[in-house]
């Protein structure tokens, strides 16, 4: 093979190897192209929280099927949810500690703050399964508590995690409203 043959041979497949490099970017630019349009028409398709159907009003849907027309209105709504949210919840007034010299008789302060609507009795009990009852109190009107009580179990000393549970009752005082449990530490010196 002589000299210009093989200069022809390799002019050839540089070109060819240009071609191919050309071929190749076009196919990732146009396939980079479709992925990104088919992104954003899927974004697009996942807005059906906005109604289009009146360009110059933006509306707001949520899954409750309610709708917000406008701001003050969506503040409305989320007013509502805040106050529907307080209907089961209550506040809590308690210190996390109570101590005893023997184990029965024990200094505390747990009370139903003024801030609920409803009273409330509360439990204490020694194990997780709330089998092992310490206490049952009678009903505590808001902003009233105690300041001690008589455990049905005599403890041994030592510090003990128990369960202190916190029940509003309706009015009916046989309808529970809410309950919270939180942890209690009752400590019995020796």
Same mark, same amino acid.
């Given at each position: 093979?002589?000299?210009? *043959?093989? #200069?022809?041979?390799? !002019?050839?497949?540089?070109?060819?190897?240009?071609?191919?490099?050309?071929?190749?970017?076009? @196919?990732? =630019?146009?396939?980079?192209?479709?992925? +990104? +349009?088919?992104?954003?028409?899927?974004?697009?398709?996942? +807005?059906?929280?906005?109604?289009? !159907?009146?360009?110059?009003?933006?509306?707001?849907?949520?899954? !409750?099927? @309610?709708?917000?027309? !406008? *701001?003050?209105?969506?503040?409305?709504?989320?007013? #509502?949810?805040? *106050?529907? @949210?307080?209907?089961?919840?209550? @506040?809590?007034?308690?210190?996390?500690?109570?101590?005893?010299?023997?184990?029965?008789?024990?200094?505390?302060?747990?009370?139903?703050?003024?801030?609920?609507?409803?009273?409330?009795? +509360?439990? =204490?009990?020694?194990?997780?399964?709330?089998? #092992?009852?310490?206490?049952?109190?009678?009903?505590?009107?808001?902003? %009233?508590?105690?300041? %001690?009580?008589? %455990? *049905?179990?005599?403890?041994?000393?030592?510090?003990? #995690?128990?369960?202190?549970?916190?029940?509003?009752?309706?009015?009916?005082?046989?309808?529970?409203?809410?309950?919270?449990?939180?942890?209690?530490?009752?400590?019995?010196?020796?």
């Amino acid at each position: 093979m002589s000299q210009s *043959e093989k #200069e022809q041979k390799g !002019s050839s497949v540089q070109k060819i190897i240009i071609i191919l490099m050309i071929v190749i970017i076009v @196919a990732l =630019i146009a396939f980079t192209s479709v992925l +990104l +349009l088919k992104k954003d028409s899927d974004t697009q398709g996942d +807005l059906s929280a906005v109604d289009s !159907s009146n360009a110059a009003v933006p509306t707001l849907t949520y899954e !409750s099927g @309610a709708v917000a027309l !406008s *701001e003050d209105d969506l503040q409305r709504q989320v007013d #509502e949810m805040y *106050e529907k @949210a307080k209907e089961g919840t209550m @506040a809590l007034q308690f210190k996390n500690t109570a101590y005893s010299s023997d184990g029965v008789h024990f200094d505390c302060h747990i009370g139903n703050s003024d801030k609920n609507d409803t009273d409330m009795y +509360l439990n =204490i009990y020694k194990d997780d399964a709330l089998t #092992e009852q310490i206490l049952l109190t009678g009903l505590i009107p808001p902003g %009233s508590g105690i300041e %001690s009580f008589e %455990s *049905e179990i005599k403890l041994d000393p030592g510090t003990y #995690e128990t369960y202190l549970v916190f029940t509003q009752v309706k009015d009916d005082h046989a309808t529970i409203k809410a309950q919270v449990t939180v942890i209690l530490t009752l400590v019995v010196s020796e």
